[in-house]
T-cell receptor, first 112, second 111 residues
């Protein structure tokens, strides 16, 4: 089945450790996105990539890094520089531009 | 900066009642897109509808209907004969190359 996968569903890390969240899509979509959602809030854009080997910062990129070496993969690294990393992280993809974004199931990160 | 306002933080109704979720957007562009997404307790975001700024026709899909009015910059969402499974957080979203998310309305349908 076509879709977006994120793993793991729940992730626990100690403070000061970097952690990488995976996002894979087999929809052949060009653009991919990472969002952060805090309790009771809407989504905030962290990074996005419209083509392979290219990505742009979103509204809250500080403390995060990404790579886009393959069309189907867009991993997000939460670095120790991110002050409050505990949140729900959602990955999305779209064929491009203003097309509808489709979301993965999300990863709930808890930093202890 | 553009923003999307969902003034209703939480709505609670009894099953089978109709309920309308309000959305007001502030886009300044000629061409834009509006979306509604549903986020059930599982957390995954489910796409419901996408409308472009040139199409003001109201839309009905089963128990769901949307009222798009450019004159008031509103894109309201109505659920008819609500069911417990409709309980979720609903987000209204504006788009011009990036998505601008409202804060969401938590809808609780009581049996």
């Amino acid at each position: 089945d076509g879709g977006i996968t994120q793993s793991p569903k729940y992730l626990f890390r100690k403070e000061g450790q970097n952690v990488t969240l995976s996002c894979e899509q087999n929809l052949n979509h060009d653009a991919m996105y990472w969002y952060r959602q805090d309790p009771g809030q809407g989504l905030r854009l962290i990074y996005y990539s419209q083509i392979v080997n290219d990505f742009q910062k979103g509204d809250i990129a500080e403390g995060y890094s990404v790579s886009r070496e393959k069309k189907e993969s867009f991993p997000l690294t939460v670095t120790s520089a991110q002050k409050n990393p505990t949140a729900f992280y959602l990955c999305a993809s779209t064929p491009g531009g203003t097309d509808t974004q489709y979301f993965g199931p999300g990863t709930r990160l808890t930093v202890l | 900066a553009q923003k999307v306002t969902q003034a209703q933080t939480e709505i609670s109704v009894v099953e089978k009642e109709d309920v309308t979720l309000d959305c007001v957007y502030e886009t300044r562009d000629t061409t834009y897109y509006l979306f509604w997404y549903k986020q059930p307790p599982s957390g995954e975001l489910v796409f419901l509808i996408r409308r472009n700024s040139f199409d003001e026709q109201n839309e009905i899909s089963g128990r769901y209907s949307w009222n798009f009015q450019k004159s008031t910059s509103s894109f309201n969402f109505t659920i008819t004969a609500s069911q417990v499974v409709d309980s979720a957080v609903y987000f209204c979203v504006d788009s011009n190359y990036q998505l601008i998310w409202g804060a969401g309305t938590k809808l609780i349908i009581k049996p």
